[in-house]
């Protein structure tokens, strides 16, 4: 088993929060709306919740290439939430923009144009983001 | 624009059919049906795998990580050519095993079980591949 | 041919939507939206809307076991709309939180993170049914 | 309510079969395995099928140009019994050659790369078909 | 190769927007998003909106009927966006009502009622531009 | 939390297996092909299975109810394997026929057409396994 840890962010939730008004949108509803998740105690629920957060540890492969899968998939399976959450993830963990639009690339070449509306989505939190 | 250009591979199609019996049918069947596609001479198919191809190159993500990508979409998305097809090339750009391993936990965990079938094709591949 | 008949509810929609304001909001613009399309009288629409409705009648299976199986089907197409009208209706037939969070973990095993933020809304909607 | 009649085909599944051995296996184990369906008589089945006969006959769009929608859906969905079966119904109508290509071409685009496998099998079964 | 040129629109966007509330929100937003991805001058983005629009033009099958077919691709992808964009577009090409609910009806039937929340809001567009 | 528990299978594997071909058939890949994912010994692979293990266990809802909702969304999905999977866990519980035809209903209706394949293929399993 490779050894998991936590990656290194360079930037928190609230500083990506302070740079763009999509991505505080979303990270306060998300939430808000995870309280209410908590507050139910499902243990399926909380067991997937926590195998999700392992996916993405630093391992054989480093965190910001998997954040990028995350949003390759998120984009080919269509969830604004979704490509959102791992947008930022990726952003806090140092992506570059091009690095960002290579990754939807693959997605929207996977996908087809049934990923635009996402893609061009997308693009708005990134220009929000790198400004 | 970033620079794009061909990645390097580690091994030809030949030497991966070589050691894999699934790697060298998909390989041949592949082969055989694109030259149909080819035969027909289509100009919009002949663009979009212009695109397909350009996705992939050396850009501001090394091909081995867009490859993965691809394998995360195709995963996803479960289409066991295409799974066949982002390992085989990756694979060729010097993936180790446990990096396709947690490409595809990623994909398990967005998709979820119904993944399932697919990943024990996929390990079935590794296997081949990785003796 | 087994014997189908209405399953027996213990709400209205109006009671459910004093309940919840997810819910009146959900059955509001339902009931609009399906004007239009009773309006337009399409022969087929209607056929498909009777089977669709003979589909959940009691049989074989009861009512509320069936509006379950709809909402995990829902859940891992990753339809809001169609989460909400499932969990009304399994509501209306007596069905329990408990049972509400079992059959929405068989979507979340079944389809994956990508249902994560659909669980999420769901979830809202069952904190304000349940209170 | 538009009027709705059967089309003409130009050719019989039996001459289909006659051309190409993919259509002619589809063909057979459809029938096969329908024999199954058709002796369980469950009436909602039934009602479907019924339902699905009639979303193609001729109305206010010409048959072929639905069956070509069928072929579009199915191709976007990944079906490849669907594909083929959409392909023998709309070449039985006179559907072109390059009209099938052209809607393929629909299909991938909107559906992307993930559709090119399916895209090379109904590529085969168009060479069958049209020589 | 067929020779592929532009159709002949009937209605330009601006008049349809005028006539849609529905139709001058999407057009606008879409506009808006558009700008962006412009102003990000992605190399295969661009290559694959030409792609896309390359594949409606009049060819072996007349324009509107591709719409027609994009629109049941993005109705069985459940996509709204998508689904306003091909009704404006096959609307602008002179499609009637009659033969948006055909196409519409055959999304919903090889998609099931996972559309039909999609095809509310679509007849709600019906309805605002045939008034 | 609700209070977990094996369900009591009327049948073993090796049982239905001997009624059904397909069955057999199925099982065996599965097992054969796990092993390879067992040997891997991936943590969170394993992880995954384990979670999936515990959705079905009996506890608010009976442990039948839950596989055919597995079989549900199996089939709306559209996986050969799963679909095989949850037909023959529900059989081992106790799931009649007429249960099997109506969770089958369910899927067709919120699918569409596209689940007919898979019907067809599932009718044959169910046939071979009713008798």
Redesign the interface.
Known sequence: ??ERKEPTYLFTDEQVAEKSAIARNFLDT?TR??Q??D???????K??YN??H???LE???PSK??E???L???A????D??INYHIIQSYRLGV?R??H???I?????????????H???G??L??ELYG
């Open positions: 088993m490779n998300r709306l995870n209410n998740v507050k139910a105690d499902n243990f399926l629920v067991r997937f195998i999700d392992n996916t993405y391992g054989a492969l290439y998997k990028l899968m995350g390759v998939a998120s080919c399976l269509r969830c939430d979704c570059t091009a690095q639009e290579e990754a690339n693959v997605a929207l070449v996977v996908g087809g144009s049934i990923v635009i509306p893609l061009r989505r693009y708005e990134l220009a």
